[in-house]
Structures are given as C-alpha cells and as structure tokens.
C-alpha cells in the first residue's frame, strides 16, 4: 500500500503532460484573437472576436474594410474559413473581421434574443426589445475601439442571421448609415407580428448595398414549422425598394435545398461575393 501515492504522481504526472499535449495541438483561427469590450451603459462584457488580413503586418501602409458579424461563436468561424479563399484570391478585398459575441455570464439565447430584437414582446421567456441599446454599444464602444487599434477605413459591412438579420434590418431602417453594406440571412421578420415592417425607416442618401437570403425550404410546407422565413425576406425586400433610400441596391438569393440551419455558410460566402466583387 505504501507504494500508492508513488503511482498516483506518476498518474497525475502522465495526465498533466497529456493535457498539456492536448493545448499545443489545439487548432486557432490564423492572426485572429479575443478582446473583452465592457458597455459603459449597461456594464456588460462582450468578447470581440478579431481576424486580420494576411497582409496587414507586412503592408504598414495599407486600410481595411472591417466585416462586423452577429453570433460571432457560430457566424466568425464560418465567415473567416469561406472568405480564407476569396481574399487570398483577390476575389474580394482582405478586410478585418470582428465578430461581437455573447454577453459575459449569460446565456447565448438570452443575450441574442434581449439584443436583437427592437420591441418587447412579452410572450417570451428572455428579455427583449433592447436592441436599441446594443446598437449604441456598438456604435460607441466597438467602433471607436477597432479604429482606434487598427488600420480601417471607412468600408464597414454587418452580417447577420435569423434574429441577427432582424437587427440589421433594425439599424438599416433607423441608423442606416451605421454600415456601408447589410448582409441579413434568413431574417426574423416574423418577430412580433412582422414589426419589423412597420418600422419607419430614415431617409438616407447614401449608397448602401443590402444582400437579403433564404433557405428555399424556410417554408411552412417544407421545413419550418413556424414561420414561413420565404415570405418573409420578400416583404423585408420590398420595404427597402419603397423606401426612400434611392440610392439602396437591394439583392435577394433563395438558397435552393437550404433550411434555416443550413442556410448561413452560403448567405456569408455569396452575400460578400455580391457586395465587393465589383
């Protein structure tokens, strides 16, 4: 027995050493890293997800366009894996990529659906209609802190999906000139009794480009059993072209074969495609 705790070391010892193994083997996304941003309003922390360019460390000279995305735990590593080909192939332009998570000490689903819906609805069983504020934070806090730590320029895109697309439709239609591009996947328009088009939207007269997309079997007949998203991202696109942004390019993609779960790599893929191909 007094040989024991000799072979429990030598266990713990083997068990450290195989840990440890585990981490240097660990896969990270290239030149990326994470940075803790606090709301000065609401004293939340949100982890910022941050990819730079291949070629940022060499061209000391050189702007980017940043790429904002919603769900950053799901939406960074697909957006930076689909456009890993496009930006080394000049296909579009290398741009920075921010993806803005969860807050700190919340659930993912509590802290999406309280941020990006702009109207309470108290059907529900988080929070909601704060999405208000979240803009705020991101306008206040986020920006100035990418362009104050990186070269940007003035080339700012949001991405976002489901829940995610219905805040970029919110700030498209209330602080439109808050991005220069809009990718909304598979967009909640069905929030709340289709608020969302009931919200005024501001005149601007900049130029925006707003890249909308859906599964083809987002359907109440094929594969979604409640909402029906197809319908859906028609009557959020035809907002847009009676609106008074004459200067709003607006492109609506039905993903043949994709439903809401599996939409998303393509929306992020062509939406950007779209939007900086020229």
Do not use: C
């Not at 660990?26 to 941003?37: L, T």
């Not at 319908?231 to 035809?238: D, E, I, R």
């Not at 492109?251 to 994709?258: D, E, F, N, R, S």
């Amino acid at each position: 027995m007094k040989f024991l705790p000799y072979i429990f070391i030598i266990f713990l010892i083997g068990l450290i050493q195989q840990v440890k193994a585990q981490d240097t083997n660990a896969f990270e996304v290239p030149r990326s890293k994470v940075v803790d941003i606090k709301d000065p309003d609401s004293e939340r922390v949100y982890p910022l997800f941050i990819k730079l360019p291949r070629s940022y460390d060499k061209r000391k000279e050189k702007s980017y366009p940043v790429i904002y995305l919603t769900d950053a735990w799901y939406s960074f590593q697909v957006v930076s894996g689909a456009t890993r080909l496009l930006m080394n192939s000049g296909k579009i332009p290398e741009a920075i990529i921010v993806g803005i998570s969860y807050s700190k000490g919340s659930r993912g689903s509590s802290s999406r659906i309280r941020d990006y819906t702009h109207t309470e609805d108290s059907t529900w069983k988080y929070q909601t209609g704060k999405a208000k504020q979240h803009v705020s934070f991101i306008k206040n806090t986020v920006f100035p802190y990418i362009e104050k730590n990186y070269r940007v320029n003035d080339s700012r895109t949001f991405v976002g999906n489901s829940l995610g697309g219905l805040l970029g439709a919110y700030i498209l239609f209330t602080h439109p000139n808050t991005f220069n591009n809009y990718i909304l996947g598979s967009p909640s328009v069905w929030f709340k009794d289709n608020d969302i088009l009931k919200v005024k939207m501001k005149t601007s007269l900049n130029q925006h480009k707003v890249f909308i997309s859906v599964g083809a079997n987002e359907t109440l007949e094929l594969d979604s059993s409640q909402h029906d998203m197809v319908v859906g991202a028609k009557k959020l696109k035809s907002k847009i072209l009676g609106s008074n942004h004459s200067n709003t390019e607006v492109k609506l993609l039905t993903i043949q074969g994709a439903n809401h779960e599996t939409a998303f790599p393509t929306t992020a893929t062509q939406g950007l495609y779209w939007l900086f191909k020229d």
